[in-house]
């Protein structure tokens, strides 16, 4: 069991959410402290992962109790931040534009699997985030590639893996599938 400073109750919030609120959260506490974030957003795991890893924050590990996820991160607990890298964004707008040209473009979906399952865009590569820096190089680095998730949040993550790792033209989409309205499988 992880001793914790203090709980933050993000359940039942969606990306990017319980990011946002640990974010909030970590600012007034002192360097050292361990919060615990509960929160039943399945993808939240991969998001405190990465979050952690670009924030200066550790990440503790993930204990699950039916169906919350207790996170654990310590304030600046693992050194200096890694450096980010923001990728482009473009528009839900001109991204279903291109979609709906019949343009072949390549689309990287970083949600995780149930997420993809329930509703996806057609053609769409799935990669979830937790798996993009094993499983790039399933994608050619040449390809210009669209990345979305659920509002941008974790495509931007992917964006920046990918990115420190070779791909030079890539575009975050946002935001994402939360306001997609065109034809899905």
């Known amino acids: 069991m992880v001793q914790t400073d203090l709980t933050l109750d ?4 969606a990306c990017p959410m319980p990011i946002v609120k640990a974010k909030k959260t970590m600012k007034s506490m002192d360097s050292g402290k361990v919060l615990e974030i509960q929160a039943t957003d399945k993808g939240s795991t991969a998001d405190f992962q990465a979050w952690a890893k670009s924030s200066g924050h550790q990440y503790i590990g993930t204990e699950t109790e039916g169906d919350v996820l207790r ?3 310590r304030k600046d607990g693992a050194g200096a931040p890694e450096e980010t890298i ?3 964004e473009i528009s ?3 991204f279903t534009r291109k979609v709906e040209s019949g343009e072949a473009i390549t689309i990287l979906d970083v949600r995780e699997k149930d997420e993809f399952e329930e509703a996806h865009i057609l053609g769409a590569v799935h990669i979830p985030l ?3 820096e094993t499983r790039m190089d399933e994608l050619k ?3 210009t590639i669209y990345i979305i998730c659920h509002s941008g949040r974790r495509s931007g ?3 920046d893996i990918m990115a420190k790792n070779g791909f030079d033209s890539l575009y975050n989409v946002v935001p994402g599938m939360n306001e997609w309205t065109e034809k899905t499988e």
């Open 71 to 73: 996170h654990f991160l």
């Open 92 to 94: 839900l707008t001109d």
């Open 141 to 143: 680095k040449e390809d």
């Open 86 to 88: 923001t990728i482009p």
């Open 157 to 159: 993550i992917a964006g």
């Open 10 to 13: 993000a359940k039942g919030l």
């Open 130 to 132: 937790s798996e993009v």
